[in-house]
């Protein structure tokens, strides 16, 4: 099924192995689907999906008649900069490079430790039980998101949103402050497994327009490769600024939905305006479309 503002390229996606709900396969499936054709996974401090799916692509005798998305090895690595949690996204990665299986490994220890932090917190407000639900789950990546869903669950707050205001966001009562890599180390070690850093989703850090600027400074000169211009919902003047931001600094350009569930009507595999034809894409020495 095509939709309005279907691209063929996704560059940005999630699976159960961080924050997403879907399993690695279901999630091909769905891309499928949409009409996507190549597809990025790039879940949050986690290749697990990758090593699954090298596992069961290699059993499958796949016979539908829409072929499956080809599989670009991606991470979005969570690092620190402008005084805030930024995420790089790495792409066409080696995910068995050691220097990045050896940081990706630090990173979900530290996330584990910070979320056991913030539950000791949680039980101290009258919150018991989050861990015990917490270590039933596929996620290699535990984020704030699958706190706030227990939260929920166990009907400590009426939604996510309450649960971060109240609760786990930076002004709430369990906050536990992350002491995250700095972005350079995050784009060395992608660099380190043959890929390309990409800064994601520039629009969502809550930063004024001078302190994006800074932040993309900064990226670029630590040697970021692209930005990602076009992602569900970005507003129009911030694409057309962004794009004028990348030209500026000779970065790329990436796109993609940032899909996490089909639960998210906001956002469809791969929906979202094109890329601009003045920014050379991310994928032109590694993809041929």
């Known amino acids: 099924m095509q939709y309005p ?7 940005h996606s999630h699976t159960h192995f961080s924050d997403g709900e879907l399993d690695p396969m279901a999630l091909l499936m769905l891309m499928a689907e949409h009409g996507v054709e190549h ?13 699954e799916l090298r596992q069961r692509l290699s059993e499958l005798n796949h016979t539908d008649k829409q072929p499956l998305p080809n599989i670009i090895p991606g991470i979005e690595i969570s690092c620190s900069a402008a005084n805030r949690e930024i995420h790089v996204v790495g792409l066409n990665i080696d995910v068995d490079n050691p ?6 490994q630090q990173q979900q220890e530290n996330r584990k430790r910070r979320i056991g932090l913030y539950c000791d917190k949680l039980e101290k407000l009258g919150m018991i039980g989050a861990m015990e639900e917490l270590q039933k789950l596929s996620a290699e ?12 669950e166990k009907g400590w707050v ?16 369990a906050y536990v402050k992350m002491q ?18 990409v800064l ?10 001078k302190q994006l600027k800074l932040l993309i400074d900064q990226f670029a000169d630590i040697g970021g490769d692209a930005l990602e211009l076009t992602y569900p919902n970005i507003d129009p003047q911030m694409f057309r600024w962004l794009s004028q931001q990348a030209e500026l600094h000779g970065l790329r350009g990436s796109q993609g939905s940032d899909f996490h569930s089909p639960a998210w009507s906001w ?7 094109p890329m601009p034809e003045s920014i050379p894409p991310v994928w032109q020495s590694w993809l041929a479309t």
């Open 5 to 11: 503002g279907q691209q063929l390229i996704d560059l």
């Open 141 to 152: 990546a535990l984020t704030r998101a699958h706190l706030a869903k227990v939260m929920v």
């Open 39 to 51: 597809l990025a996974i790039t879940d949050h401090d986690s290749m697990g999906a990758h090593y």
């Open 267 to 273: 956002v469809k595999p791969g929906v979202f305006p």
């Open 158 to 173: 009426p939604d996510n949103a309450r649960a971060f205001k109240r609760f786990i966001g930076r002004t709430g009562k």
């Open 200 to 209: 994601a989703h520039p629009s969502r850090y809550q930063l004024s327009r």
């Open 180 to 197: 995250w890599p700095e972005m350079e180390q995050a784009v060395d070690v992608i660099h380190a497994a043959g890929g390309m850093a």
């Open 99 to 104: 220097v990045l299986v050896a940081f990706v």
